[in-house]
């Protein structure tokens, strides 16, 4: 019960705080959509009404708070009446005659006794009166009809509509009239609650003490239109608590002030930091310094931070670490050693069932520890697109858990395949974890095949792939790499990498200087190279690449042979001729080589200079 304990605690410093807005929602209130508003006077009577429309900015304005029971709250097909804004076919007493539905004149009724109860309480006001007045008269469909709404023009519009509405009520000298932003309805509402309903006591497990119970727990989490529930114990027919127990409080009780705390606080953050994730995975995170928002589903270059941005990012790992850490430090600097961070993710199992799939307290030792070395060790030459030049950047950086499934699935990956994937990746960002064996090799096979990847997804495949197999190098055999050319490194998949970069180098001048626009045969061939390497690299090497060769100048053409007998000489006879398939450790060899080219750094030691230029040639 912990998440219950700390999402009522943000609760009450969300709201003993000093802002008045974005606040999670009172006790005993729900958010509905709303978009048709009726407009009456401080006697009830008429005025106008207005239907917001579908567009972005109008429909943000559809979310309504309104006054709920236990029961309104959880309903699903049963008649349970809100107690002020519902539905039309339970505020309309005419609503049967223009259009049909099941039950109407108990919705109806169900509706008036609640509202009247209120409106005649000593917790009532002049608002809530007048809305009982109006409504009671059983002619609001016939008003609306007459309002003029471009939307509503007759029966067949009302029967279409049959969605929430809300109640403004005009009376002088009242600075608010809209009843859904009126607290002292609000407060009203709390009061007439707890003296009419919270009437059952017992012992809550979470507080430990008396108080009364929630029979009923909300829905309506992720979002107003979201049915899933997190407690449910009402299903008496089957297996919820049978077998063990004879009635559902034996199992668990909950107080409901609890209950309501919690649950308003959850989505008031899903709502503020949450995110969603492909067919209902939603991932939040919280703590208890309230201008944190800790980030585990975003890439190091999405995270606001200090860092050198001149220094050489390539020079050595201890570089690195020490960026990454400097980064992570000026974004999560207002930490407290005290102070709490929690990981929730959520998905529902079925419309009604929703399950918490992850929840993690940590302090903030571990949670830096945690962030750090997923960073760090994830790290890899990053391109993203800078939304201030508008152009592609580049930068060092762990990729985002949703750039790893697109590297893994593709870019167009379903909704479940998403899902899935990311509620795989989660723990290993947490706890330090191999990301799963099967989305590693997925990432390097398909980053193997970069020829039949589309040019939007090249780079980026072949980025995160060397990213994922760099980080589960570590976390499985603490074998570390530096993030650029390792010249001296013998390994062979490194090394294989490495030629099969020059080889795609030196093809790629030749058809530049041609105006050529193909796929170099070493991208063509890079699939049967991962697999059969000694035997393709005689085809690129003997075959393919002579004729590219007599292209060139000398000068440039004898700098890639020897860079060549370089790399050749730096490899152990009987690992050479292995036409042993390679591991991912190749795409490392063969990215940072091509980088180094690209950033000119690419040298060769038997010519003692860097790669000719066309001017040297």
Known sequence: MGWLTELSTVYDAVNKGPSKDNKPLPLYHIENNAPLTVILDGQGKFRNATLLGTNKEERADWQTCMPCTETSASRTSGVDAYPLCDKLEYVAGDYEKYASGKKLKEKNSAYLSLLKDWAESEYSDEKIKAVYSYVKKGVLVKDLLHAKIPEIKDASDIEAYNGFIRWAVEIPGEKENRTWKDTKIQRLWIQYYKHRYLNKSGFCYVSGKNTPIAVLHPAKIRNAGDSAKIISSNDKANYTFRGRFEEADQACQIGMEISTKAHNALRWLIAKQGTPIGNGLTVVCWCSAPQIKPEIMKSTQEIPGDDDEDEDVYSTRETLARKINKRLRGYYNDLKTTDKIIIMGLNAATPGRMSILLYREFSKT????????????????????????????????????????????????????????????????????????????????????????????????????????????YTRNKEDYNVGLEEDRTDRDYLYGRLLAVADRVESRVLYKRKEERETNAVRYMQRFSKYPCSTWKILYVDKLRPYFSYLPKKSRDWYKALIQEIEFLFNHDDYVSDKALSGEFLLGYHCQQKAFWEGVAKSKAQKQPEPTEEDD
């Open 366 to 473: 571990d949670f830096f520890e945690a962030q750090e070395y997923w960073h760090e060790h994830l790290a890899w030459f990053y391109s993203y697109w800078d939304k201030n030049t508008e152009k592609t950047a580049h930068a060092i950086s762990a990729p985002s858990p949703i750039e790893i499934a697109k590297a893994a699935y593709g870019e167009h990956l379903n909704d479940h395949v998403k899902t899935m994937a990311i509620q795989r990746i989660l723990p290993c960002i947490l706890y330090k974890t191999p990301i799963p064996q099967d989305i590693e090799q997925l990432c390097i096979g398909r980053a193997s095949r970069l020829g039949a990847l589309k040019e939007s997804e090249k780079a980026k495949t072949l980025e995160t792939a060397c990213a994922v197999f760099k980080y589960n190098a």
